[in-house]
């Protein structure tokens, strides 16, 4: 994405990280390498808002700053989707701005994008479609190989999306939405507590949930080995 537009790694002013995965971040070990900010797992939100910056003429060296003007087209797009106003703004952990909305206008503005037509008047929502388009088609991209989102996405046909401290997206095929909050701050058992909400909601069937759960990474080791899982309860 970067090379696309001539832009150096270096642009990049998300923070230096290992990759999420464990086989490419062994391989970055064995080489003798550190963490870099092009293998931080918002890197590719990052590239995203850079090439919007070349597109559109605006400075890429402050693109974080919250009075940029991609960072203001950023929230009036979030205030159009989630339909309100955000309660607070402050910097994620990948030094963008974040803006704190309920979850109700979270499902909402996910919905909107999930369910947009790629036939829309609106600019807005045909870049909506097209995003919902490629997450479905390229599951592996979201999350990676292995991961819930990826593999939800690839073997149930839902858009789903894990954030930070336990937040979970998820629009299954029909268009229903959740947006929820793991308590507890961890997202191990979101996408599987997303699922099946989408279950009780009749979005989704029972049994195609139970063929995926085994994929998911539920099972809690002990020595070793499986001594448990974890399971949703819905």
Avoid at 40 to 48: E, I, R, T, V, Y
Avoid at 78 to 86: C, I, M, N, S, V
Avoid at 130 to 143: F, Y
Avoid at 206 to 222: F, I, M, N
Wanted: glycine letters at 10%; one cysteine or more; a neutral charge.
């Amino acid at each position: 994405m970067l090379a696309r537009e001539g832009l150096p790694a270096s642009a990049l002013q998300c923070p230096a990280e290992f990759p999420t995965d464990r086989a490419a971040r062994d391989e970055i070990v064995r080489a003798g390498l550190r963490p870099d900010p092009i293998t931080m797992n918002c890197s590719g939100k990052h590239a995203a808002m850079l090439l919007a910056c070349r597109a559109n003429g605006w400075s890429i060296e402050d693109y974080l700053e919250p009075e940029h003007p991609l960072q203001k087209r950023i929230l009036d797009v979030l205030e159009r989707l989630a339909g309100e106003r955000p309660v607070a703004s402050v910097i994620d952990g990948c030094g963008a701005p974040v803006h704190a909305v309920s979850l109700t206008a979270l499902a909402r503005g996910i919905q909107k994008i999930t369910t947009s037509a790629a036939s829309s008047p609106f600019a807005l929502f045909r870049e909506a479609a097209a995003l919902t388009e490629g997450v479905r088609g390229n599951g592996w991209a979201v999350a990676g190989a292995g991961r819930h989102d990826s593999v939800l996405i690839e073997r149930l046909g839902v858009f789903s999306k894990f954030g930070a401290e336990g937040v979970q997206v998820m629009t299954a095929p029909d268009g229903t939405t959740l947006a929820m909050k793991m308590l507890d701050g961890s997202p191990r058992a979101s996408g599987v507590v997303a699922a099946r909400l989408l279950v009780a909601a009749g979005a989704l069937a029972a049994s195609d949930v139970d063929r995926v759960e085994p994929e998911l990474g539920l099972d809690v080791l002990g020595g070793g080995r499986a001594v448990g899982r974890i399971r949703a309860t819905v």
